[in-house]
């Protein structure tokens, strides 16, 4: 069982910055790929971005390339969300998941673990 628990979120104006962290817990999380989901209220969730169990591959939504960095910190067991140059449109609830895989997915179903999720509201 892994627990994974979101900080970080809050309010911020457009072309702002914040930090998300995922801490995460339990056996062997270190080994699972990881990935940040959102979701804004009446539509889907989407995939925002993930990192390989090392690191050493990232993959983001077209969306946010060039705006937000994936990492992780094996040794905190921390994974974090960089978001820089927020827009309005990036408004919504992010969420942490773990993925037993070593490959990271860009699809939720394949997600074992998930986060509460963290609130991020960008004002225009």
């Known amino acids: 069982q892994v627990q994974l628990v979101e900080s970080g979120g809050g309010l911020v104006q457009a072309g702002g910055s914040l930090r998300l962290s995922c801490a995460a817990s339990g056996r062997a999380s270190s080994t699972y790929a990881m990935g940040w989901f959102r979701q804004s209220p009446g539509k889907e969730r989407e995939f925002v971005a993930a990192v390989s169990w090392n690191g050493g591959s990232t993959y983001y939504a077209d969306s946010v390339k060039g705006r937000f960095t994936i990492s992780r910190d094996n040794a905190k067991n921390t994974v974090y969300l960089q978001m820089n140059s927020l827009k309005p449109e990036d408004t919504a609830v992010y969420y942490c998941?773990?993925?037993?895989?070593?490959?990271?997915?860009?699809?939720?179903?394949?997600?074992?673990?998930w986060g509460q999720g963290t609130q991020v509201t960008v004002s225009s």
């Open positions: 998941a773990a993925d037993r895989a070593v490959a990271p997915s860009t699809e939720g179903y394949e997600y074992d673990y």
